[in-house]
């Protein structure tokens, strides 16, 4: 009988939490039967987790990327104040304002 091996990929063994590489393990213990009764769930499970982690590090990225621009903006408003402030002192100098 042939072995079935659950997460036999690395990209899949790299990605997945301690727990879930444990617990394949464990359930790769298992005699044949039982592991190809509980395989299929497991193997959702680790999609599920996996597919989290990424929406996770693509909200991640996606804040950082927001906090940047709003650093951009911030500083971009500031330096268009300053400019406002130096062209009415100007035309209060001439007396134009």
């Known amino acids: ?52 982690r990424r929406i996770l590090n693509l909200v991640q990225e996606a804040l950082s990327q927001l906090r940047l621009d709003m650093k951009y903006l911030v500083f971009d408003l500031e330096a268009t104040r300053r400019e406002r402030d130096q062209y009415r002192e100007l035309l209060e100098k001439d007396g134009l304002l």
């Not at 997945?16 to 395989?39: G, T």
Request: net charge positive.
């Open 1 to 52: 009988m042939p072995k079935t091996t659950i997460g036999s990929t690395p990209k899949i063994n790299d990605e997945m939490p301690a727990e879930l590489q444990e617990l394949a393990k464990a359930i790769n213990a298992l005699p044949q039967r039982y592991r190809d009764s509980v395989a299929p769930a497991l193997d959702r499970v680790v999609e599920c987790s996996t597919r989290r």
